[in-house]
């Protein structure tokens, strides 16, 4: 499955976290799109002393087998999230509901 796999080896930054094994390390999701969660994304962070989540020490994302998949359960996550916050802009709180 050629999706849910990409790597490259000419970024000037990689691997940006340190494995074990390079040959497994997926590039696909360079910027992780759970930083939004928050607590709730299930990768390896902290928060420095101004607040900024620091994802320095995450691999999750990364993870030759196991990235790609545990980003799209959380999706859901983050589509509800942003769904729920245009319904409260929109003045339509009613129709909150979760998708899960």
Do not use: W
Not at 2 to 15: I, L, M, S, T, V
Not at 41 to 65: E, M, N, Q, V
Request: net charge negative.
């Amino acid at each position: 499955m050629n999706y849910k796999f990409n790597q490259n080896k000419k970024c000037e930054f990689f691997p940006c976290h340190k494995m074990e094994n390079s040959e497994n390390f997926n590039c696909l999701f360079c910027y992780c799109p759970l930083y939004m969660l928050g607590n709730e994304c299930g990768g390896k962070y902290k928060y420095t002393a101004g607040g900024i989540k620091d994802c320095s020490d995450c691999i999750l994302p990364h993870i030759k087998d196991v990235g790609y998949d545990h980003i799209q359960k959380k999706m859901m996550d983050v589509i509800e999230i942003v769904r729920n916050e245009h319904l409260k802009e929109i003045g339509e709180e009613d129709k909150i509901i979760s998708l899960k």
